[in-house]
Each structure stands twice: as structure tokens, then as C-alpha cells.
């Protein structure tokens, strides 16, 4: 009766936790540059009826076994392209295809985002919306007139005075398996201790995606799939809750056998 | 009397195992590749029964009465490998087997099977499935190092123009003789016959997953047999209790 009793408690556990996740993807769905999480389920060991003396019959060389219930078994984030917006501000930039930013956190990490929302900060540099400067040294003057940024990341900016002034390239960092990344919040990644840096480059060239200026990406979280999910999820749970109320019932039948 | 006792009692033991395998079934109901496990229940082999007869006035002489059983069992467990339906996804690491065949991973006790496509990178960049084990194509496990890869219809695994591997699908000649090993795993047992199905016969989705093949419905009527089924075994203990009580108190009670 135990085990039954466990193996309905895993399964809402399990539920709950994909709850969660699907939760958080919705939460997150008009965040910029946020990749959906998903959840996947794995089945638990199990065990092999005769070693536990059962009442089994020989089956030769092949067990009965019965499961012990499922398991979250990966939380992975997905990395496909959100959808891209417009929102006409100058300095908003969307990357459509490959790559990611790289900003420099306070205490000299590197931190990674798909968050093109930038502000040029006082001392000119590019600064993103949490106030962390891009790594990359350009110097902006603040009182420009207009910026102009090409798909390719070269940054023309008219000045005050009239002037043109070709302020560099913001470069575009690739990481190949965006899956060691770990999310620390507001937008951004790093990775982890011990692993290579990797190199910069150009927008547009060896497969790296391309820059949109006035171009937001969006979440890539799908309302549909999310809520299909969300519904799975739920039903599942409720099945999971009736198996323990089963069990239940089936242990108090056994409890009563003597009076 | 007491032998009463023991058969319903197997019968309420059998009955809690079923529980379990169909509470199992449910709660994977959301699992990719999950495949239904069913237990079928058959009696104990029958045994003889004899009666201490009296002949011609002697008190000796055993005549056999017939053969009774002695209760309930589990004979056997069937897997139903019949294919789940598709579920899309959109995450180039899922991968979906829509006909025959296995997946095949290296555990660190060998060999062992799946269905369930959900694969990641390791921290090397090789593709593993949820629990770190290599998922082999021909070459042994694949190095990509990159979610932006594509994986054909017949296994071929590309990284742009770039041919990396082909996934390796086994397929079995007597799919009864796999053992279900929990973590999605099959093993092979001797019998079994694996062998590498032709990539002409494949058919793999990338960004999709296999759901699990179980009904719902299917597995809520069992468990509502199983409740009522150990209700009525437990009726067959209690009345089996009062007879015994009947018996030791009241047969040659003095009143």
C-alpha cells in the first residue's frame, strides 16, 4: 500500500514542478530576449517483483517488474529566435539569428544577453537596462543628434555639431551550445567557471546573426503550446490525486479487517 | 480454515501490486516514450487434496479428493509497445521515433534501450539523454557541441553542410524478450535478437516528442476493478474470520 501511496505523490510532485516552470514562461512571455524553459519527464527505477517476495510465477530469465513512479528529468531552456518587434527607439536592438551581447558584470564577469535594449551612458559608453555596460570599448558622444546602426553592427552617429563620427563595431559573441549556459536574472547568462570565453565577432559574418536597429526579439514562448501544456499538467495531477485517494481506501480496507 | 485465510490474502496481495503498476502508468501519462506495463494474474498451480478415510472399519486410507488452488499470482507483465502520438515542441534537441526501433544509449551496464527522445548536450558537447547517458549513432556517441544541427528522417545527424553522424535505431526481433529497467531503459535479454535497422526504415521527427501510449480512461476502469476486486477479498478474510471464530468458540462450548 506504501509504494502505491509514493508513486501517486511523485506524479503530482512532478506536475507541480512542470506547473511551475510553465508558469514562469508565461510570466516571462513579453520579457525581451527571454528563452522558454521546458520541463521533461523521465520514469524512476523500478524493481523487480520476485526479489522482494512476491507472489510471482517463474518467469525465466525475464523479471515483473513494477515502476516507481516519474521524475522531473531535465529543465532545459530552449534557445530559438523569439519573434522581432518593432519599437522604432534608436538605440533598441534585436538580433535576428545567432549570437548573443556581452555585458561586463561589477565584479568583472562576463555576462551574455539576447536584451537589446542599450542607453548611452554618461561617460558614452553603451549601457543595457539594468546598467551594465557592453564590454566592448565605444565611446559615444551623449549629445548626439542620431545614431545609425547597420546590420553588420558599425555605429555612424551625427554629432552635436553637425559631424559625422564612425564610433566602431559592437560585436556579437556565438556560443555553440547555449544549453551551459546558467540564467542569473535580469536578462543575462554566464558561463560557467572554467569554461573558454568566447571569441567576438562580426554581425552577419561566419554565420553570426544579424543586427536590427528599431527591432526588439521577443520571448519565444508560445501562448498555445504553454497553455495545452499548462491543461496536460492539470489533468495528470488530478489522475495522480485519485490513485492516492484509491490507495488510500484500499489501505483502509486492509486496516479493517479485524474490528 | 486457515488455508482460506492464505488464498485471499494472495488475492489482496495481487491486487495492491496491480495498483501499483497502474498508479505507475498514470503518473507517467505525461512522460516521452513512456510505454504501458500491463500484469496479468493467473492461480497458483493447483495441488491435490486428500481425505483420511476410514476402511472397512480401519482408520487408515487417503483418497484424493480433487485438486484445489491455493490462490492468486502474477504470471506475467506485457509491455505495450505500440507507438504514443506526437507531441511538437520546437526544441531541436527532441527527438521522436514515429515507427519502429530504439534509441540506443551506453549506460555504464551496457547497452540499453529507449523511446523517450528528450536529449540535451553534456558538458562536453556529446548528446545524452536526460539521465547523461551517450546516445551512440554508428560511430559511437555524437560530438556536436552545438544546438544548431539537424537531424533527417533517416537518422543523418548535420551540423550545416557538415555530416556528423547517423542515430543508431535498433530494432528487435522479439520485442517480449526486453526487460523494462526503470529510467526509460530496456535491456536486451538473450532471445531478444537486436540489430540495426536500415536507415531506409526510420522514421525519426526532430522537434517532437512520442507521448506516452496509455488511456486514461483504460487505466481509471482498472483501478475501480482493483479497488472492488480487493474489497470483495477482504469480505472473503472476514467471513473467513468469523467461521474460525464460530469454530473455536461456540463447537463444544459447554452451555
Same mark, same amino acid.
Given at each position: 500500500m506504501l509504494k502505491s501511496l509514493w508513486i501517486g505523490a511523485s506524479g503530482m510532485t512532478a506536475q507541480q514542478e512542470k506547473i511551475d516552470v510553465i508558469a514562469n514562461n508565461l510570466a516571462n512571455i513579453q520579457t525581451t530576449g527571454y528563452k522558454r524553459q521546458q520541463a521533461s519527464f523521465s520514469e524512476t527505477l523500478t524493481q523487480a517483483?520476485?526479489?522482494?517476495?512476491?507472489?510471482?510465477?517463474?518467469?525465466?530469465?525475464?523479471?515483473i517488474t513494477v515502476g516507481t513512479g516519474v521524475k522531473v528529468g531535465a529543465m532545459n531552456k530552449v534557445f530559438t529566435q523569439g519573434s522581432i518587434v518593432s519599437t522604432g527607439r534608436d538605440l533598441d536592438l534585436a538580433i535576428e539569428g545567432q549570437g548573443f551581447f556581452e555585458v561586463m558584470l561589477p565584479d568583472g564577469r562576463y555576462a551574455y544577453t539576447?536584451?537589446?535594449?542599450?542607453?548611452v551612458g554618461q561617460d558614452g559608453s553603451l549601457v543595457n537596462s539594468s546598467g551594465y555596460p557592453m564590454s566592448a570599448a565605444i565611446y559615444i558622444p551623449p549629445d548626439y543628434q542620431s545614431i545609425t546602426i547597420s546590420p553588420q553592427g558599425d555605429i555612424s552617429v551625427v554629432q552635436a555639431d553637425g559631424t559625422l563620427l564612425e564610433a566602431g563595431n559592437i560585436p556579437l559573441y556565438r556560443i555553440d551550445n547555449p544549453t551551459k549556459l546558467n540564467a542569473i536574472g535580469e536578462n543575462l547568462y554566464i558561463l560557467p567557471e572554467g569554461e573558454d570565453l568566447p571569441e567576438s565577432g562580426v554581425a552577419g559574418v561566419d554565420g553570426m546573426g544579424y543586427l536590427k536597429q528599431g527591432f526588439l526579439?521577443?520571448?519565444?514562448?508560445?501562448?498555445?503550446?504553454?497553455?495545452?501544456?499548462?491543461?496536460?499538467?492539470?489533468?495528470?495531477?488530478?489522475?495522480?490525486?485519485r490513485t492516492i485517494q484509491t490507495s488510500d481506501e484500499m489501505w483502509s480496507m486492509a486496516n479493517n479487517l479485524r474490528r | 480454515m486457515i488455508r482460506g485465510l492464505y488464498t485471499a490474502a494472495t488475492g489482496m496481495l495481487v491486487q495492491e501490486k496491480r495498483q501499483e503498476n497502474i498508479t505507475n502508468n498514470l503518473v507517467n501519462a505525461n512522460t516521452a516514450g513512456y510505454k504501458k506495463s500491463q500484469l496479468a494474474v493467473s492461480s497458483f498451480p493447483e495441488v491435490l487434496l486428500n481425505r483420511i478415510d476410514a476402511i472397512n472399519g480401519s482408520s487408515k486410507g487417503v483418497k484424493p479428493v480433487g485438486t484445489i488452488s491455493n490462490g492468486a499470482m502474477l504470471a506475467a507483465q506485457t509491455i505495450d509497445f505500440t507507438t504514443g502520438s506526437l507531441e511538437e515542441t520546437s526544441n531541436p534537441l527532441d527527438l521522436a521515433l514515429t515507427g519502429q526501433g530504439f534509441f540506443t544509449v551506453a549506460t555504464p551496464q551496457g547497452t540499453a534501450y529507449t523511446r523517450n527522445g528528450s536529449f540535451s548536450l553534456d558538458g562536453d558537447g556529446y548528446l545524452v539523454d536526460s539521465?547523461?547517458?551517450?546516445? %551512440? =549513432?554508428? #560511430?559511437?556517441?555524437?560530438?556536436?557541441?552545438?544546438?544548431?544541427?539537424?537531424?533527417?528522417?533517416?537518422?543523418?545527424v548535420t551540423v550545416g553542410d557538415e555530416y556528423v553522424d547517423t542515430i543508431l535505431i535498433t530494432n528487435f526481433n522479439d520485442q517480449t524478450q526486453l526487460q523494462a529497467v526503470g529510467n526509460d531503459l530496456f535491456t536486451a535479454l538473450e532471445g531478444a535478437g537486436p540489430r540495426q535497422l536500415d536507415p531506409a526504415e526510420v522514421s525519426l521527427r526532430q522537434g517532437f516528442l512520442e507521448k506516452a501510449n496509455i488511456n486514461l480512461?483504460?487505466?481509471?476502469?482498472?483501478?475501480?476493478?482493483?479497488?472492488?476486486?480487493y474489497e470483495a477479498?477482504?469480505?472473503?478474510?472476514?467471513?473467513?474470520?468469523?467461521? %474460525? =471464530?464460530? #469454530?473455536?468458540?461456540?463447537?463444544?462450548?459447554?452451555?
Open positions: 517483483l520476485s526479489t522482494i517476495n512476491q507472489p510471482v510465477m517463474p518467469q525465466g530469465n525475464k523479471q539576447r536584451d537589446g535594449v542599450w542607453r526579439e521577443n520571448s519565444n514562448v508560445d501562448l498555445l503550446t504553454e497553455m495545452t501544456q499548462l491543461i496536460n499538467a492539470q489533468r495528470v495531477f488530478q489522475f495522480s490525486s | 539521465h547523461g547517458n551517450y546516445v %551512440l =549513432g554508428l #560511430s559511437g556517441p555524437i560530438y556536436l557541441n552545438t544546438t544548431d544541427f539537424t537531424v533527417a528522417k533517416d537518422g543523418t480512461v483504460e487505466e481509471m476502469v482498472n483501478m475501480l476493478t482493483v479497488l472492488r476486486t477479498n477482504q469480505k472473503v478474510i472476514q467471513t473467513q474470520d468469523e467461521i %474460525l =471464530g464460530k #469454530s473455536v468458540s461456540e463447537i463444544g462450548s459447554l452451555r
